[in-house]
């Protein structure tokens, strides 16, 4: 499969011959020009991955077929290559749009390196964009996002039962949205027009519960100076959903079964049974068969329950929808706070894919809103190890962490030399002298034997 396909522009011909050679033989699909305006024309028609063009050239130059491809695709990443390059010029070039800019000569190794993190960034915001537009169409199932195969499959499951009235039982991680599941099966239901009742079977002390879900009668008990009607009640031609009820106490599960399998409750102090219309939505962390198997949940209730259930898979298992999800809340935060939406990095995207989420998508969804208000990153910066540099020198303690500074500037910049210099405050050639001495680039790839592109 090819890495990527790479308009490749200069007046150099034999510098062309060599660098399209070497592209092609590190897996590039390469389409070579001499002259700007025919890369253009071609361009109209065909629009390739990335666009890598001299700046000086007879005619068109680099900077004047920069502002054509932006104005007409802006998506489309453009490097820019010149032997008269200097800051000014590369500054007005980024400010123009240009992706990097590489000065000759120009390494080898860190060409591949600055294609390959073009190509990605710009097949990051096309699948992002296509994921966002997804995020629209689903609004209707409740807003569930994400375009996984994984949540493909719990949207379509949570539109099949909506509108079946039976009770459901939702299973999953602390933090995976199983409130949400059960506010989208009752929005997509008959019931949508009744109550949504959000019981925390966990928050509820022993002593109010039946108070609180039951209801009671004036004069029930000391204090009861009027008469309350309970959850179940209020829930009335709608949804009650019981969250964490595997934290339910044993005396009082037999109570909501026999509710379940009458529909009608008795308020504390009363002796008259009150049909009730409710649907049951039920949480649970886990699928319950430890407890039932411990003696901690009735296993009627359970059958009860879980005529259906509904599974929600953890982030672990749904990766490639971190990305959206952390764009989406950012994006929503941004909104709701009046704060400008911020763009998340190839480089950011890719570590929050890697990072361990054991709190799931409130885990996310909180580091996403902290981004939004500018309080937070979504790549923590990266702390020294002192037990690695212990051991050495002070030239090579100082090495190392210039090594790791580097490092945190070219994450920080999504891999944009340029703005990495910048932000080091230091020449772009400085740093990717650095760079190579570090060995910061090329580490994963063998060098040919020949480590420049002739000129």
């Not at 308009?7 to 590039?28: E, M, N, P, Q, Y």
């Not at 680099?62 to 820019?80: A, E, H, K």
């Not at 195969?149 to 949570?158: E, F, G, K, W």
């Not at 934290?247 to 109570?255: D, E, F, R, V, W």
């Amino acid at each position: 499969m090819s890495r990527g396909r790479v308009f490749l522009v200069d007046d150099d011909r034999d510098l062309l011959k060599a660098a399209t050679d070497w592209l092609t033989i590190s897996g590039f699909s390469v389409d070579a020009f001499h002259r700007a305006e025919e890369a253009f024309q071609f361009f109209l028609q065909q629009v390739p991955d990335v666009v890598v063009t001299d700046v000086r050239m007879p005619g068109v130059d680099g900077m004047t077929l920069l502002n054509s491809i932006v104005c007409q695709r802006s998506d489309v990443p453009v490097v820019l290559i010149t032997a008269h390059g200097d800051v000014n010029l590369a500054v007005q070039a980024m400010k123009q749009g240009a992706e990097d800019f590489l000065e000759k000569p120009y390494d080898a190794e860190r060409l591949l390196t600055v294609l390959d993190k073009a190509i990605e960034k710009r097949r990051l915001k096309d699948e992002i964009g296509r994921l966002q537009g997804l995020v629209g169409e689903r609004q209707e199932i409740g807003g569930i996002v994400g375009d996984s195969a994984a949540i493909r499959d719990l949207r379509s499951r949570v539109a099949t039962l909506a509108d079946v009235d039976i009770d459901v039982l939702v299973v999953g991680e602390t933090g995976t949205g199983k409130e949400l599941v059960a506010r989208a099966l009752h929005q997509q239901s008959r019931r949508s027009s009744g109550p949504f009742v959000a019981i925390n079977c966990a928050a509820l002390p022993d002593s109010i519960f039946e108070s609180e879900v039951f209801g009671h009668a004036r004069g029930a008990f000391t204090g009861a100076i009027a008469e309350r009607e309970g959850k179940f009640e209020h829930a009335g031609g709608g949804t009650l959903f019981l969250d964490e009820i595997e934290s339910m106490p044993s005396g009082l599960q037999a109570k909501i079964l026999r509710v379940l399998q009458e529909r009608s409750i008795e308020r504390l102090g009363e002796n008259r049974l009150r049909p009730v219309d409710v649907r049951i939505v039920a949480a649970a962390k886990t699928d319950l068969s430890a407890d039932i198997e411990a003696g901690r949940f009735r296993e009627d209730l359970f059958y009860r329950l879980a005529t259906v259930d509904i599974r929600i898979p953890p982030l672990r298992e749904r990766r490639e929808d971190i990305g959206l999800l952390f764009v989406h809340f950012a994006n929503l935060a941004a909104r709701r706070y009046g704060r400008p939406e911020r763009a998340v990095t190839p480089d950011a995207a890719r570590q929050l894919q890697r990072r361990v989420w054991r709190g799931n998508v409130r885990e996310l969804k909180a580091l996403a809103e902290r981004f939004a208000l500018g309080l937070d990153e979504p790549v923590p910066p990266v702390e020294a190890n002192t037990q690695e540099v212990s051991g050495l020198s002070l030239p090579e303690r100082l090495a190392a962490y210039e090594a790791r500074l580097i490092s945190e500037a070219l994450e920080f910049n999504g891999g944009n030399t340029l703005r990495a210099a910048a932000s080091l405050g230091i020449p772009v050639r400085t740093l990717s002298e650095k760079m190579n001495r570090r060995g910061l680039e090329g580490a994963r790839r063998r060098r040919l034997d020949q480590g420049q592109v002739p000129q």
